[in-house]
């Protein structure tokens, strides 16, 4: 009986503590709300953002409004050996994918509404080597962006933590 009553005194002393997970609502979520990005990269982005940054869904309510504008570009950075690769059909050419957005954080309640609360720059990169121009390489060329926009929305998480703990 002892051992039970102190058991629930500790636990009463613990509940009230003020003890609460950084950056989260009671929900487990931060209380920011994560924007629809156009494409089928913004789609898969903004899944990301969603899994890392809210784990269940929106908040109803958010404190903070995220802004996003994806850009996902590849350069080529070599071109082999043209007749090696006509004849190997191997590493023909070495593409970076870049996948870079600004990110803008602002305020999203009535006594400072649309007041910036973070600005910069997140950026997720890959790297693929495309074997000769047909249906072999697109599927290589889809995973590399989808790389890149995953390593962005890494980023971005980062930069949502980094913001809302100075606050």
Do not use: Y
């Not at 590849?74 to 600004?102: H, K, M, N, Y």
């Not at 309640?109 to 990169?125: C, D, I, P, T, Y």
Request: charged share 20%.
């Amino acid at each position: 009986m002892i051992r039970a009553a102190f058991a629930l005194l500790m636990l009463l002393g613990l509940a009230a503590c003020g003890f609460q997970p950084s950056l989260r609502d009671t929900s487990g979520q931060f209380d920011i709300s994560i924007p629809a990005v156009e494409g089928r990269d913004g789609q898969i982005l903004r899944a990301a953002l969603v899994q890392r940054v809210n784990r269940f869904n929106q908040p109803k309510i958010p404190a903070f409004v995220l802004e996003l504008n994806l850009a996902v570009e590849a350069r080529e950075v070599v071109r082999f050996d043209e007749a090696a690769c006509a004849r190997t059909g191997q590493d023909c050419t070495w593409l970076e994918i870049v996948a870079q957005s600004p990110v803008i954080i602002r305020a999203n309640s009535l006594s400072h509404s649309n007041l910036m609360v973070w600005q910069g720059m997140a950026q997720g990169r890959a790297d693929v080597r495309l074997a000769q121009l047909g249906w072999a390489g697109a599927p290589t060329l889809e995973q590399a962006k989808e790389r890149a926009v995953l390593q962005l929305a890494d980023d971005i998480a980062a930069q949502i933590a980094l913001a809302l703990t100075r606050l």
